[in-house]
């Protein structure tokens, strides 16, 4: 990984990360241990992200990934690491148990498509080809997750698309990770949003 992240800064100037594109969830929960997930050896996908290389190849909820490429996958530290030695547009075999039987899939990896954004700790995700025609927009920030804080508030965010902070254009999430690790925790955020009604909104955050 080491190595790997020296060539990336050394070649295009930062850290290439290439993204499966699942979630699993923790296994030490009560809900995880209540179906057993904490017994199952690999990891249990969980959730599987729009349009990423997952999805498009066509893993689903519920799969359990045994192994990828050539490395046995016994925990989700075991995919995490390995995935880490890749790049955008590498292709891996993942080998997943599917009711019961083992089935090899390609997929592509991807770049990442979603994170959680600094100083307000919205989750914002890159918009598909469907979000796109459904807001009638070709840039910005769709928001999936948002913080006990702003939920208590009765703040209705997500869904909605970001589109700009404090006069910024939001074209995408690493726009997004810039501008809002500009925002100051004393001074005033503006920020410009679009609901599914094509209503836009400008909320002001002190």
Same mark, same amino acid.
Request: hydrophobic fraction near 30%; charge should be negative.
């Given at each position: #990984?080491?190595?790997?992240v020296?060539?990336?800064i050394l070649? @295009?100037?930062?850290?290439q990360?290439?993204?499966?594109?699942?979630?699993a969830?923790?296994v030490?929960?009560?809900?995880?241990?209540?179906?057993?997930l904490?017994?199952?050896?690999?990891v @249990?996908i969980?959730d599987?992200?729009?349009?990423?290389?997952?999805?498009?190849?066509? $893993?689903a *909820?519920?799969? =359990?990934?045994?192994?990828?490429?050539d490395i046995?996958i016994r925990? /989700?530290?075991? $995919?995490?690491?390995y995935?880490? +030695?890749?790049? %955008?547009?590498d292709?891996?075999? =993942?080998?997943?148990?599917?009711k019961?039987?083992s089935?090899?899939?390609?997929v592509?990896l991807k770049e990442?498509?979603? $994170?959680?954004?600094?100083?307000?700790g919205l989750?914002?995700?890159n918009l +598909?080809?469907?979000?796109?025609?459904l @807001?009638?927009?070709?840039k910005g =920030?769709k928001?999936?997750?948002? %913080?006990?804080?702003?939920r208590?508030?009765?703040?209705e $965010?997500?869904?909605?698309i970001?589109?700009?902070?404090?006069?910024? %254009?939001i074209?995408?999430?690493q726009?997004a990770?810039? *501008? /809002?690790g500009?925002?100051?925790?004393?001074?005033? +955020?503006?920020? +410009?949003?679009l609901?599914?009604d094509?209503?836009?909104?400008?909320? #002001? /955050?002190?």
């Open positions: #990984i080491a190595k790997k020296v060539e990336d070649e @295009y100037g930062n850290v990360k290439g993204m499966l594109g699942i979630s969830p923790r030490n929960t009560p809900y995880a241990i209540e179906n057993g904490d017994e199952i050896e690999g @249990y969980g599987v992200e729009e349009e990423s290389g997952a999805d498009d190849a066509g $893993l *909820e519920g799969d =359990v990934i045994k192994q990828i490429d046995k925990r /989700f530290a075991d $995919l995490t690491g995935i880490s +030695t890749k790049r %955008p547009g292709k891996v075999q =993942v080998t997943v148990e599917r019961g039987e089935k090899v899939i390609p592509t990442r498509q979603s $994170l959680i954004v600094p100083v307000m989750s914002v995700k +598909t080809e469907k979000d796109k025609k @807001y009638k927009v070709k =920030v928001i999936t997750g948002v %913080p006990e804080i702003y208590r508030d009765g703040l $965010l997500v869904d909605n970001i589109l700009e902070v404090d006069g910024e %254009p074209e995408d999430i726009d990770r810039i *501008e /809002f500009k925002i100051s925790r004393r001074g005033k +955020t503006v920020i +410009t949003l609901n599914k094509g209503e836009r909104e400008r909320l #002001i /955050f002190q």
